[in-house]
């Protein structure tokens, strides 16, 4: 297994999600309702808004999974801090950052992960929205334009709270 990166903007990226007040806060319906649309939609057992702490990742909304939180260390979420853009592993297996973590080899037995970071003000990446499954998989252009477009509105959801209501 190999440990996530630490980004260069790490400070930063801390302060900001921080500065949200977004951590350890109550389930809110209308971050639940983009998660399970998108479980949903692609057809996945467990998806998630993870938030990156220094030391753990925390999901703010969650289907498919009981558990809060996992270490940072073992999180494939971490990992797409310091990516470009989706970070897809078809086959968490034939991955060698993955093929060992504990969150591959036991419960929930990860095969596919696609997480799409979520970039807010100044480029700073406070977390994902991830689809995971446990079988091998990719996701078309159309699936990755479908995802990002859900992960957008989960940025905005996040970041702008007075903008939305719960109905």
């Given amino acids: 297994m190999i440990t996530p990166p630490i980004p260069a903007n790490e400070q930063?990226?801390?302060a900001l999600l921080h500065e949200l007040l977004l951590l350890d806060t109550p389930p809110e319906e209308r971050l639940?309702?983009?998660v399970e649309f998108a479980a949903s939609e692609f057809d996945v057992p467990i998806c998630?808004?993870?938030l990156v702490d220094s030391n753990r990742q925390w999901f703010k909304a969650r289907v498919g999974i009981s558990a809060c939180e996992t270490p940072r260390d073992v999180?494939?979420?971490a990992h797409a801090l310091s990516s470009d853009g989706l970070l897809m592993v078809p086959?968490?297996?034939l991955d060698p950052?993955?093929?060992d973590n504990p969150l591959v080899g036991n419960p929930p037995h990860v095969r596919f992960y696609a997480g799409a970071p979520l970039t807010c003000?100044?480029?700073l990446v406070i977390g994902t929205l991830c689809l995971i499954d446990t079988r091998p998989r990719t996701l078309d252009a159309v699936e990755q334009a479908i995802l990002k477009s859900l992960r957008d509105l989960a940025v905005i959801e996040l970041t702008s709270p007075e903008l939305a209501t719960d109905a």
């Fill in 12 to 14: 930063e990226r801390l």
């Fill in 48 to 50: 998630l808004i993870s």
């Fill in 91 to 93: 086959d968490a297996l």
């Fill in 32 to 34: 639940d309702k983009i």
């Fill in 75 to 77: 999180s494939f979420c």
């Fill in 121 to 123: 003000r100044d480029g």
């Fill in 97 to 99: 950052r993955f093929h």
